[in-house]
């Protein structure tokens, strides 16, 4: 980061959400939007099994990417995904875990769609939300397990009885009817009776939903003398069992034990409040400006692999610029954001209620569809270069107090984008004149920026100010009032119409908000 007289709105602000020992780290992602995705993808009612395996797919990259993650169980649009108990994972902060495992499990939904839904064009985004849940003993998560699977069973017994009265002729709003105030026993009597269903008989996968867990097997890593030496090695599987909150199912896996701990007694009485009440939630504070910024995980190792051009790949940045436009969009309540190399801040609205000003729920919407729109928009971007892996992005949201420090926030990103850029600039031309990083790194080192400004000019005949001024400004992306829109709704009390445009501003400078007065007036001042 660079030092300037703006840094302190990241020292004064920004708070740490940190999920304290002994607390049992689980991450539960939901299918925010999954009515209306099913709805139009045409998915099977009351299941699709090809959505759940995609779903299971999923979950099984988020533990093979993640050691820290154990076991995870999910059923029809959710997924949770439980930690190890000794995990200092991103420092144990709430929003860093729960936005890198959305965003990686978004990312991996969107490219692993193909292959379970061959034929389907994927039509819409998927947006996923999280939220951290803090199970303070081992007891706590093993009733918010056996929660979860208990809901899954009444779910879907409910489903199934809904969709096969309307297969047979009701209307949705009939079957409701008919289901409300049924019992268990109704409902497997209406199943046998008028359908010839054997609730039991159904896909273990709808009824008791899916587990994917880690297990311990001896594998054979070297022989020695024609003598086999053996280790321990972890696998990912994934099991469809009638009770995962039993001692039975979660004693005879000794890697949930070894690394979560182990259940020793039955759990019969499930109150779902008293799991709730686990929930680690942070309602922003009211009547400030709310900035997610989200950052791309690991995009140093990914723009290497992916052969990015340094110090500057204009198409890997208009690929981030397209995706914060979608997310304005896609959130209304989103008014302003700025973006340069592998982040982007969101500034959200002074009055916003989005998500109840919740900020698990606001931050994990931002990065699953960021993340969403990254992977479908790649090919666009990169037609010749295949997405080797799954991009993920981790965020955090923070409240500014006044419209100044708001201000100096988005002035402190851009100030840093202009330092960072000039030394990558200098940086990699010293590189491919055939220094060294580490030359390289000790001849800029304590530099100022005249400095630079001058070896950039005579040893490389490079104006710095005449470079793109994207990679010198970073983007700016707002809504813009449509012009000819105003000019044809003047005078008939027409509303006007705004859209998403991208510019690379000068934001220091009053008098770009000035200029803009839409914005300002997006902001609610």
Request: proline share 3%; net charge neutral.
């Amino acid at each position: 980061m660079a030092n300037s007289k703006y840094e302190y709105v990241k020292v004064d602000y920004e708070v740490n959400d940190e999920v304290m020992f002994p607390n049992l780290i689980v991450v539960r992602i939901h299918f925010c939007n999954f009515t209306t995705f099913s709805q139009v993808h045409e998915f099977e009612q009351p299941n699709d099994e090809k959505a759940l395996n995609l779903m299971n797919a999923c979950a099984i990259a988020v533990l093979k990417e993640y050691p820290d993650i154990v076991f995870s169980y999910g059923f029809g649009d959710e997924y949770s995904f439980v930690f190890s108990k000794e995990t200092n994972f991103y420092q144990r902060r709430a929003s860093k875990i729960l936005s890198l495992i959305v965003s990686f499990f978004t990312s991996n939904f969107v490219t692993n769609w193909k292959y379970c839904f061959p034929q389907k064009e994927l039509k819409s985004l998927p947006l996923f939300q999280s939220r951290i849940i803090c199970c303070a003993t081992i007891e706590v998560l093993q009733a918010y397990l056996a929660w979860r699977q208990r809901e899954c069973h009444t779910r879907n017994q409910h489903n199934t009885c809904l969709w096969n009265l309307v297969k047979s002729g009701k209307t949705e709003l009939e079957a409701q009817e008919i289901l409300k105030g049924t019992l268990k026993q109704d409902k497997n009597e209406l199943l046998f009776q008028q359908f010839k269903i054997n609730y039991k008989l159904i896909n273990k996968m709808f009824r008791q939903g899916s587990c994917v867990l880690k297990t311990e097997n001896e594998a054979t890593v070297k022989y020695i003398n024609d003598t086999p030496v053996k280790r321990l090695r972890k696998n990912v599987i994934v099991d469809h069992s009638e009770n995962i909150a039993s001692r039975k199912f979660w004693n005879e896996h000794s890697c949930l034990v070894k690394e979560i701990g182990s259940f020793t007694v039955e759990i019969n009485n499930i109150k779902p409040e008293f799991v709730k009440s686990f929930t680690f939630e942070n309602k922003l504070m009211p009547s400030t400006w709310i900035v997610v910024r989200i950052d791309g995980c690991h995009f140093h190792r990914f723009s290497e692999i992916h052969e990015f051009e340094k110090p500057n790949d204009e198409q890997a940045l208009n690929l981030m610029n397209s995706c914060a436009v979608a997310v304005l969009k896609e959130l209304n309540d989103i008014v302003f954001s700025y973006g340069v190399s592998d982040e982007y801040s969101f500034v959200l609205k002074e009055d916003s209620q989005l998500y109840q000003r919740r900020a698990s729920y606001i931050v994990s919407a931002i990065v699953s569809l960021f993340s969403a729109v990254y992977v479908m928009q790649w090919i666009h971007f990169f037609p010749n270069k295949e997405l080797k892996y799954t991009p993920c992005f981790d965020g955090r949201a923070v409240c500014y107090p006044s419209y100044k420090i708001l201000q100096d926030y988005l002035a402190w990103r851009q100030v840093d984008c202009h330092v960072n850029n000039q030394y990558n600039t200098c940086f990699w031309e010293l590189v491919k004149s055939g220094r060294t990083k580490r030359e390289a790194q000790k001849y800029l080192k304590g530099t100022q920026t005249n400095e630079k400004y001058d070896l950039l000019a005579q040893q490389f005949h490079i104006d710095y100010n005449r470079l793109p001024i994207m990679f010198r400004r970073g983007s700016s992306v707002f809504r813009e009032q449509d012009k000819d829109t105003a000019i044809t709704n003047e005078g008939v009390g027409g509303e006007t119409q705004s859209r998403v445009v991208i510019k690379h501003c000068n934001i220091i400078d009053c008098s770009f908000w000035e200029a803009n007065p839409s914005i300002l007036n997006n902001m609610s001042l």
